[in-house]
């Protein structure tokens, strides 16, 4: 038995319990006795805000990949680095663990995030009841990757903050620190704005 069928639920301010009209269905709002904000037994226009937030995120990162993100500047020149060319260069300069540490975290784990959210959007569009326990794991694997995919602009903020040798050297953030920095916000915001619960009233309108 679900809360959903004895028409209760939660606060998303206070975790008051609230009870809602019989009859009113998943649309329907009422008001927490508590500290009066509106619930609602699932999050309002859930799949439309997350598959809008997941679009934005995937045209955010384009420019995030081709755009630089730092401009290194020397007596010698400017010089400036992609994230791709970043990992290339570590590679080819014998720093695996770095290399492989800021391909992992700028480039697989906002893909794997965009796409693991784009799946469940399309099991719960179609109905699909098969395996709910494992989907629901995806989507709790979003949330502990999620932070993992501020590795490269914390890198580059640091580094902005610490290489300054008396104007000899002097590391400026690229356009495309500042789309890679959007493309973390809004799959964050994607990722919440996302009801896991819809996996589950698939699952259970299936099956009933």
């Known amino acids: 038995m679900r809360a959903i069928d ?4 939660c ?5 008051q319990i ?4 019989p009859r009113q269905g998943k649309e329907g709002a009422a008001y ?3 500290c ?5 037994l699932r999050k309002r226009d859930s799949l439309q805000t997350t598959l809008a937030l997941l679009i934005a995120s995937v045209i955010f ?3 995030a990949n081709l755009l630089p993100m730092m401009h290194v500047q020397t007596f010698a020149g400017t010089e400036s680095d992609t994230i791709m060319s970043g990992v290339i260069y570590f590679m080819e300069t014998g720093s695996y663990l770095i290399g492989s540490v800021i391909f992992i975290a700028s480039i697989l784990v906002p893909v794997l995030k965009m796409m693991i959210l784009f799946y469940l959007i399309h099991t719960v569009r179609h109905r699909k009841a098969t395996h709910p326990k494992e989907r629901q794991k995806l989507y709790l694997l979003t949330e ?22 008396g104007g000899l050297t002097e590391i400026r953030a690229g356009g495309g620190a500042v789309f890679f920095l959007l493309v973390v916000i809004v799959t964050m915001l994607a990722a919440m704005s996302f009801d896991p619960r819809l996996i589950w009233d698939t699952a259970k309108e299936r099956h009933a």
């Open 36 to 40: 009066g904000t509106e619930v609602h």
């Open 144 to 165: 502990v990757i999620g932070r993992w995919s501020m590795v490269d602009v914390y890198v580059v903020s640091i580094m902005i903050a610490l290489v300054h040798f």
């Open 32 to 34: 927490c006795p508590r």
């Open 6 to 9: 004895k028409n209760l639920g």
């Open 18 to 21: 609230v009870t809602f009209p």
């Open 11 to 15: 606060c998303p301010i206070c975790h």
């Open 61 to 63: 990162y384009i420019p």
